[in-house]
Every structure is written in structure tokens, then in C-alpha cells.
């Protein structure tokens, strides 16, 4: 309904012309509404002076919108997801009906143009806004949307039902921890809830963020964050000590960030997570990454390389010496690729040894080193001492400066297999980041077998996948010749419950898989551009990311937004 400044009293003095209420009514729904801030109509219908549907049909002609009768109609709960909680209260709006690529939606306020560009925005639906009763609509959005207890209720119903055996490990605590456990109960369960749900649902990151009034927890699911819930503010001291106390940190401290582990047991999973708190203005916010090495692809073949890319790496990592790189930004899947590859050549003949900073999973049959930098064991520190442990293969975390940067390229030189990471953008770059670092060219050109940069893009929900035709403007994005780009059948998700809306389950893997040729080592040595070694690379048969990215649009596997945001034309 129109607010009361922008158009209260228009809105009264229809009705009053159409003569729907008395002067002495809106005189006494005007006073109710200073008191309590609510729109004119909503107030008209809660004391009962005018029927809801008569003032929807006025505001339906005075703003020219379709009105809809919320008693007659039935919400379609598996749309509800698409607009958050906090927004659908704040803004009086809910989601009704989705038909294709159209989402309905009842608003009460048909002036408020900036809600639905933000609605479109987070849904990803083209709109069709309805005006309706906001008294009935808001009674159907408090029904709908569960309250932050009431989510918590579920939340520990639904683990309750699973029947599933679940259990935080802990060390020995001292007496006043164990008590703090004790006295907080509902907090106990509410982390044990959030754990669970969380490696239940395929998350790979929890987020406890405390704000002023509330506290917020959201999943990242695929790479993109997820609002879950909101616990109730008064537990906010609490949920902290509790992680903290499993994670074995300083529940006194507040000061200063704070690192550590804790163990899930799912059943016979064990899972562990990886936290991290971080003082903010209102408290401090809780990181837990989920290491559940249960959904760890250790099987190169199941990445999605392409047939010649493939064959490339495999080649390098079987080498007896030299380097292989994968590069990347972070969280785009380089230490599963080191992973998978150590795990293909992880055999008794050979010994491997990784410096890792942290060591996300334990691998079986592979000596793996914490980087701990306070005490002096930083990544080349380790790889010193790793030269004298007879090493076959070893695995570098990551190279950060000229000097693990040089002794890694000597091991490669000196008969060892060597894996490592770097921070570029793509494959022809890391050899002028490594050379630009300081490393010599020609120990460059010498050392460096292949390098693999990658991205990771979310994959079309099985689900909702379709057809989907994109504009020319949409298609030149893509910086290809739209002759060609209109000849492919894109595809993408409409939103459905599996994917919570998003069009979107699971991630898949762009690879720019670059082998060092012979020419283009003389490239390197004669200290050629970016440009030229990638001209050179695919001449040799390289698919850049673009070019990974659009053959997996081809097969369907991922759409062109996502291509588009994760590579460079």
C-alpha cells in the first residue's frame, strides 16, 4: 500500500469520494497510524473500518498495477526461498508464483520501484509485481517465514530425525570449560545442528557474523554465499565459547585473531573443519571451513580436462624430475589438482614430502609438513630440510618469494619432481611473475615442465536445466563471433528447490593446461612477452580458460555468465 507520505492521504481521500469510509473514520485511522507508523490501509483494515479487497482495488486503479486477492490464492512454497526472510518482513513483499523466467510477486507498497530492482537482482527472475492487502500479506509472510527460533527448532528437529550418530570430538578440557558445556546446552546443540547441516547440504565454509542487533549465519554452497538463519542475539557470547572451546582456543581472548581444528563424527565420516575467529565491532566472527575428505575428487580423469590438456599433465607429473605449476586464485581448487596428482603418482617406490600451509587434508603415504612461519619453519625453511630426507617428489604449498622460489627450482634441476602453486592470472604469466621474482630465465626455461591454471564455474542444475537464448549484447560478452555463438544451444537453470533457487548445483573446473614446448623455452630465453608466449602456447595446441570455458557451455555443463565472470577474453 502507499506509504503515508507518499500517498496517505490520496489514498483517504479516494476512499472518502468513493465513500468507503466516513470523515470521522479516517480521522481516527490517521491518529492510530502517528502511533504506530503503519501505512494507512493496513491500519484502515486492522481496526475494521474498510474491507481489504476494496482498498486493494483502489490502489490496483490509482497506480495502474494488478491486484490480487491473497485469501483466494495459494503460495507455492518451493518459491518461497528465492527472497530472503529479512527482506520479505522488511519489505512487506512475497513471492507467489513462478511461470518460466516470470516470478509473480505481492508487494504492498507499489511506489517502491528500488525493491524490485534488488528483487531481480537476488532472484535472477524477470518480475511481475502484484499489489496486495499488506494486512493479509503480512500475516502470510510471518506464516511462510519461520522466526530465528522457530529455524533453530527445525533445524535440531530435522538432525534429531535423521537418526544419524553425530559427535563433535574434543580433547580433554579443564574443569570450567567442561562446565561452560554443560551450562550451555541449547548452544551445543545448535553447533552441532549448524555442523551437520552444513556438510549435509555440500557446504565448503560456515559464516557466524555478529552484527549490533543480530547474528547472522550463511553457507558458502558452490562457491556463492547463502544467508541460513538468524540465532537469537543473546546467544551470541555463547555460540563463540562453544567453537572456541572445541577448537581448543582462548576463550578469554578477544583481542586478537585465533587459528584452530575440530573433528565432526557423521556416522563412521570423520570430518574436520578448519577455524578461524576474527575480532569485529560487535564480537567475533567465526570461519569454519569444512575438510571433508569424503567429497575430495582425487581422480584427475573426473576433472574435466580436455582430451589433449589431459594427457599434457599426466606426462609432466609422471616425469621423474622438473616442475609442474598450478596457478590460480585462491579458492579455485589448485591444492585439490596438487592432491589428485600426488595421488597418481603416490606409490611405495617413491618418497613425497609436502610443505603446506595449512595441510587441508592427510594423505595416506605422504609426509606432510605444517609451514609454521612464527617459529622459523617457513616454506623454505622446509624445503631445505626436505633436500636432505631423499626425496623423490616434493610438493611446495606455495612459492611467495626469490627464495623458495630458487631452491625449488634447483631441486627441479637436481632430479626431484616438484608441484607447486602461484598467484596469476593464467599460464603464459607465471613465467614472467617467477622471472619478474628474480628467478633466472634460463633456470626458468630449464626447470618448468608445465604449468595448469584453473578456474572454477558452477555447474546447471540437472534439475531446472533449459533452453535459454541470450541477447547479441549478452553474447558479446563472450568476445567471439556472434555468427558462431548463435549457432549453440545455451543452457541454463531455471531455479528450482534442489538448487535453493539459484540454477545452480556443484562446480566443475576451466583448465589452461600450457606444456613448455621446445620453441617455447627459446621464447622464454629470448625474453618474449606475455602475449607472444601465449600466441606460441596456442599455436601448440593450449585452450586458453575462454576457450575451456566455452566448450563446457557447448556440452551444457555451465553458462555464459559464469564464463564470463571467471575468464578473461
Known sequence: MATAAAGGDRLGEILLREGLVTREQ????????????????????????????????????QYRMPAVDLTRFEVDPKIIKLVPAEMATKSVVLPLKREGRTLTVAMADPTDHGLLEDLKFITRFDLFPVIAGEYTLRNLIEKHYESSDQQLA??????????????VLEEQQDEAATQAQIDDAPVVKLINGLLTDAVKRGASDIHVEPFEHEIRVRYRIDGAL?????????????????????????????????DGRLKLKMGSRVIDFR??????LFGEKIVL???????????LTKFGF????????????????GMVLVTGPTGSGKTTTLYSALSRINTPEVNIMTAEDPVEYNLMGINQVLVRNEIGLSFAAALKAFLRQDPNIIMIGEIRDLETGGIAIKAALTGHLVLSTLHTNDAPSTITRMIDMGIEAFNVASAVNLVVAQRLVRRICKECKADHKYTDVELGALGTNLDTLRTIKFMKGTGCETCSGTGYKGRAGLYEVMALSPELRRMILRGASV???QTQAVADGMLTLRMDGMKKIERGVTTLEEVVKETAG
Open 26 to 61: 479516517l480521522a481516527q485511522a490517521l491518529a492510530e497510524q502517528k502511533n504506530t507508523k503503519h501505512r494507512l490501509g493496513y491500519v484502515l483494515v486492522k481496526l475494521g473500518l474498510v474491507q481489504e479487497l476494496e482498498i486493494t482495488k483502489v490502489l490496483a486503479r
Open 275 to 280: 577455524v578461524s575467529t576474527l575480532p569485529v
Open 531 to 533: 602475449a607472444d608466449i
Open 289 to 299: 571451513r569444512i575438510l571433508d575428505k569424503g567429497n575430495l575428487t582425487l581422480d
Open 226 to 258: 547463502l544467508e541460513i538463519m538468524k540465532p537469537p542475539l543473546k546467544m551470541k557470547a555463547a555460540l563463540t565459547s562453544r567453537v572456541k572451546i572445541l577448537s581448543q582456543l582462548n576463550i578469554a581472548e578477544r583481542r586478537v585473531p585465533q
Open 154 to 167: 527445525t533445524l535440531l528437529k530435522d538432525m534429531e530425525e535423521s537418526g544419524e550418530d553425530v559427535e
Open 306 to 321: 580436455e582430451e589433449k590438456a589431459e594427457r599434457d599433465l599426466m606426462k609432466a607429473i609422471l616425469n621423474p624430475y
